[in-house]
């Protein structure tokens, strides 16, 4: 048998149990599970850290920032947009993004994100 499981079936039912029915729903875990995901990939990170200290920038700025195309920052925004991490909204030819409550809350908890000049 393998180190990492019991040799002996010894459930504390009432203790599992407990814990066990106090789990958020199957969906909502889903949900989180992709917010964390979203946050998963390298250049979202960067563009998320990008967006935590730069409050709001449009893609040119957020391309030129991570080191990116266009086109792939789009993307990459897209699905932190679809994860529910990030706003957008259109300022006359240009899209704005931001990191949304979530987004910001997420990011902290994830990596422990501290902005210049906040307390630690």
């Known amino acids: 048998m393998g180190d990492d499981r019991c040799e002996l079936l010894c459930i504390d039912f009432d203790h599992a149990e407990g814990l066990r029915t106090a789990l958020p729903p199957a969906d909502e875990l889903t949900q989180r ?3 964390l995901r979203a946050l998963g990939d ?9 967006l935590h200290v730069g409050d709001e920038l449009c893609v040119c700025d957020l391309a030129w920032i991570v080191g990116s195309s ?8 897209r699905q932190l947009r679809s994860a529910g991490l ?11 993004y931001r990191l949304n409550t979530t987004g910001h809350r997420l990011l902290d908890a994830a990596v422990g994100t501290v ?3 906040e307390p630690a």
């Open 86 to 96: 990030v706003d957008s909204r259109r300022d006359g030819k240009l899209v704005m």
């Open 33 to 35: 599970a992709e917010r």
């Open 115 to 117: 902005v210049e000049g």
């Open 42 to 50: 390298p250049t979202r990170l960067r563009i998320a850290h990008a």
């Open 70 to 77: 266009q086109g792939l920052v789009s993307h990459h925004l």
